[in-house]
């Protein structure tokens, strides 16, 4: 979150103005001039969460969490166990 300030204003908006290196890859998608740089931001943040989603649910562990770890059930205290 702290990259995406810097990353729109000084890489992402003078590519994605008329001209730009990345005009020809994603001026069909976002569109092109003011506001099409964090237009493509937000395309790789969500890009991104899928993948991530994939990735997690890709793995065997991740995905049978709850058949592996048993529920959790916290026993009653009394006030003189130490």
Do not use: C, Y
Not at 65 to 73: G, Q
């Amino acid at each position: 979150m702290l990259l995406a300030g810097p990353l729109a204003d000084r890489v992402f908006e003078p590519a994605m103005m008329q001209g730009g290196s990345l005009v020809a890859i994603f001026s069909g998608l976002v569109g092109t001039g003011p506001g099409a740089d964090m237009s493509l931001i937000f395309v790789f943040a969500g890009a991104l969460g899928i993948l991530i989603g994939l990735v997690g649910f890709s793995l065997r562990v991740v995905r049978n969490v709850e058949d592996i770890l048993p529920d959790h059930k916290a026993e009653a205290k009394s006030p003189n166990d130490v």
